[in-house]
């Protein structure tokens, strides 16, 4: 069974840093495609940082410069590097993991950016 396990979220000032952590059960060769999605309350869930096997980035406009996404095959995990955060990234963030069968969700994790 797949499970995608988060951690890193916490409060933090604007302008400071996390970094979150996607923990995999299986190989993150068994996905097409990793990424972090974030929800606010009140709207819709958005992407944020995606990754393609190929190791092909993409990131949403507002966290370009940001943000990085990147993976560590042996410990199969992803990680999100946060830096300037800004009061309207306070989110949940869920990890994701596609394949061509399913999508992968992870439990998600508080980020909480005070000004």
């Known amino acids: 069974q797949v499970q995608l396990v988060e951690s890193g979220g916490g409060l933090v000032q604007a302008g400071g840093s996390l970094r979150l952590s996607c923990a995999a059960s299986v190989s993150l060769f068994s996905f097409n495609a990793l990424g972090w999605y974030r929800q606010a309350p009140g709207k819709q869930r958005e992407l944020v940082a995606r990754?393609?096997?190929?190791?092909?980035?993409n990131y949403a406009d507002s966290v370009k410069g940001r943000f990085t996404i990147s993976r560590n095959n042996g410990n199969n995990t992803v990680y999100l590097r946060m830096n300037s955060l800004k009061v309207e990234d306070t989110a949940i963030y869920y990890c994701n993991g596609a394949n061509f069968l399913q999508d992968y969700w992870g439990q998600g994790t508080q980020v909480t950016v005070s000004s």
């Open positions: 990754m393609s096997s190929g190791a092909a980035t």
